[in-house]
């Protein structure tokens, strides 16, 4: 195991802390602490902080009130919403795909927000934190110096290849059929260089933006950890935080959950939980992560400490869960200090916040 690794081995020990790893994640994670020292080292230092900080949790006092905090909100500048452009050509659809999934890192001071890899299907991993130029099983792979990547040729077995943007970092992929791929903060794409078969299908855990090229003759097919969305020309934006929700643009997209599926119209979400359910939704706060922005309309505190490992790589606790629904209104500006948006939180409420070594505390 390299240095340069050893970010996304905390990552993968706070999700495993977290209880939130899979079981391929775990047995990964637990050969790695049995075999390699140093990623042993880590996972006892964590462990031990991750067990020292129960106590003082549970002993904290639930009754206590956050008071006046509920009908404030922070007086945001409103960002310029550029739409993005629907093309009319044949030669491609649009689709954006969100699954929020909850990643937290060990720190921000050492954090690389540029850092990525690519690992292949025969688990050679690359490195992608700076330009390059990678030769692969027939084909090479170019690491671009704006966070993207293309490749040509490549093994045609179909075999999945796995990309990863760590914590507060975005990345872009090209795939063989012309599909583009816009990564955000901690998100897995899994793809294979050559799409075999009848379909093309991909997996996303995290939140992607989606370009897909248009082939009739083949589907292009979006797995999600909750079920699958089929693309039959479209732009869209999956969810998959909570529950799974499926916010339509333009087009038709037919959602497939737990046996059960739905053609969704332009302008409606549907959400899953006990059944498939329709109603409207906002594409500003939808698609605003595409200009680095998070919108909070009217977000508990509770929702907001659940984003900002992802947009900042930093781990969060909240001491006191009388305050989890406390509201905010605002935004996250991801080329802007995470100092500036605690300072706003502090300024419009009640609300307080320390660090504690590396860790983020709201109190």
Known sequence: MTDNNYSDIQDLISLELAGQTSASEKEYLHDLIQNDE?????????SAYHASMVPAYESV?????????????????????????????????????????????????????SAAHLKLANGEVIDLRSPQKTIIPNGTVTNGNNRSLTYSGGPASGEMNELWAPAGSDYKIELSDGTEVWLNSMTRLRFPFQFTG????????????????????????????????????????????????????????????????KVIKPGEKVVYDDGLRANKFDREEVLSWMQGLHMFNNASLEEIVKVLPRWYGVEVVLDNTSSAQSR????????????????????????????????????
């Not at 140093?38 to 964590?46: L, M, P, S």
């Not at 589907?219 to 935080?241: A, C, I, K």
């Not at 409420?349 to 860790?359: E, L, P, Q, R, T």
């Open 38 to 46: 140093a990623v042993r080292k880590i996972w006892e230092e964590r």
């Open 198 to 261: 009848n379909t093309r299908e991909i997996t996303i855990d995290g939140e992607a933006y989606i370009k897909v090229a248009k082939n009739a003759a083949k589907p292009f097919v979006v797995h999600l950890p909750t079920g699958d969305v089929t693309v039959l020309g479209t732009e869209f934006n999956v969810s998959t935080y909570d529950h799974m929700a499926v916010a339509l643009v333009s087009g038709s997209v037919k959602v497939q959950v737990s046996g059960q599926s």
């Open 328 to 363: 905010f209104t605002g935004y996250i500006d991801r080329n802007r200090p995470i100092s500036e948006f605690l300072h706003e939180i502090k300024a419009t409420s009640d609300a307080d916040y320390y660090y504690k070594g590396d860790v983020l505390h709201f109190r």
């Open 61 to 113: 006092n639930r009754k206590a009130a956050w008071k006046g905090v509920a009908s404030r909100t922070v007086s945001r500048r409103r960002p310029v919403y550029r739409a993005i452009a629907m093309s009319a050509a044949a030669a491609c659809v649009t689709a954006v795909v969100l699954i929020y999934t909850f990643y937290p890192s060990k720190n921000t001071k050492t954090f690389d927000h």
